[in-house]
């Protein structure tokens, strides 16, 4: 924790990365999404499927 204390504090525009899915480029190239993501294109199927 204290290096990212060190970061943040004394690099210039110092900032945690994203810890989030869909921000890795190499979760993307694998194809693999947010849960999130997920839930949300399952139910546009679901929905279009039943019109």
């Known amino acids: ?3 990212f204390l060190v ?4 690099v210039k525009q110092g ?3 994203s810890q ?3 921000d890795s480029e190499a979760m993307r190239e694998r194809g693999i999404n947010c849960v999130l993501d997920q839930d949300r294109e399952m ?3 679901n ?3 039943k019109r």
């Open 1 to 3: 924790m204290v290096f």
């Open 7 to 10: 970061r943040v504090l004394f």
């Open 43 to 45: 139910r546009n199927q």
């Open 20 to 22: 989030h899915i869909h």
């Open 47 to 49: 929905i279009i499927s």
């Open 15 to 17: 900032e945690f990365k």
